[in-house]
């Protein structure tokens, strides 16, 4: 297994840009979670998916960032315009979902270090 | 105010000697599980613990987790450098979300 698969693994930009992360969770995991970490604030919550449904984006820090699930395979968070303030490290992590407790456990990618001059 | 808050910060230690780390949280949860960040890197879960258990064993690493004080340990014992990374933990709220809250993390360093 793959894994949870993030890309861009860096990537660096200019005040204004449009930013698209990407993440492919692993095969028949049903919850998707987009998540930010910053010395600052630690690893914070954006938004999550149940297959493919947005069920919290009570996260999301403002307008500029939008989130989709067009599939149960792919998944893209947006900046756009995209801010100093943006720059972190932006994780992807699945699970499988349900109700079993383990099925709890999420599993992250390698993250998408986003920095913005 | 944080659902997971994690006790110490910081912890150091040299090698061969035993880690606890300990994690308090404000409501009711379906479990507790710790992950582990090695620098640079992604989350790994390490071990969950639900909430009608009391002690869990995996390997090195021992949990124990006590509902009535809204509490949760882990330690490490025989730490080795190969440890050294931050360690977080999560509880899942009771309501089956799926949604995890993670502590601000503990960072340990071992020296060898």
């Known amino acids: 297994d793959a894994g949870v698969i993030q890309s861009p693994r860096h990537e660096v930009t200019e005040m204004g840009q449009e930013v698209t992360l990407r993440c492919k969770p692993i095969?028949?995991?049903?919850?998707l979670f987009w998540y930010r970490q910053t010395m600052m604030r630690g690893l914070e919550l954006l938004i999550y998916?149940?297959?493919?449904?947005?069920?919290?984006d009570s996260g999301m820090p403002e307008d500029r960032f939008s989130a989709k699930m067009p599939n149960a395979s792919f998944s893209t968070l947006k900046i756009q315009p995209s801010e100093p303030r943006d720059s972190a490290v932006y994780f992807c992590?699945?699970?499988?979902?349900?109700?079993?407790?383990?099925?709890?456990?999420?599993?992250f990618g390698p993250g998408t270090r986003l920095t913005v001059l | 105010s944080q659902q997971g808050e994690e006790d110490p910060q910081a912890l150091s230690i040299q090698e061969g000697e035993n880690a606890t780390m300990n994690c308090s949280y404000k409501t009711s949860i379906n479990n507790l599980q710790w992950y582990r960040q090695n620098s640079g890197r992604g989350l790994v879960h390490l071990i969950l613990i639900r909430s009608n258990e009391r002690e869990k064993h995996s390997g090195r690493l021992r949990v124990t987790l006590d509902t009535s004080k809204k509490s949760s340990s882990l330690l490490i014992t025989a730490s080795r450098a190969a440890d050294t990374a931050s360690y977080f933990c999560?509880?899942?709220?009771?309501?089956?979300?799926?949604?995890?809250?993670f502590g601000q993390g503990t960072t340990l360093q071992v020296k060898p």
């Open positions: 999560a509880t899942a709220l009771t309501g089956n979300t799926g949604k995890l809250i």
């Open positions: 992590a699945s699970s499988l979902g349900g109700t079993s407790g383990s099925s709890d456990t999420q599993y």
């Open positions: 095969s028949g995991h049903n919850s």
């Open positions: 998916f149940n297959n493919n449904v947005p069920i919290d």
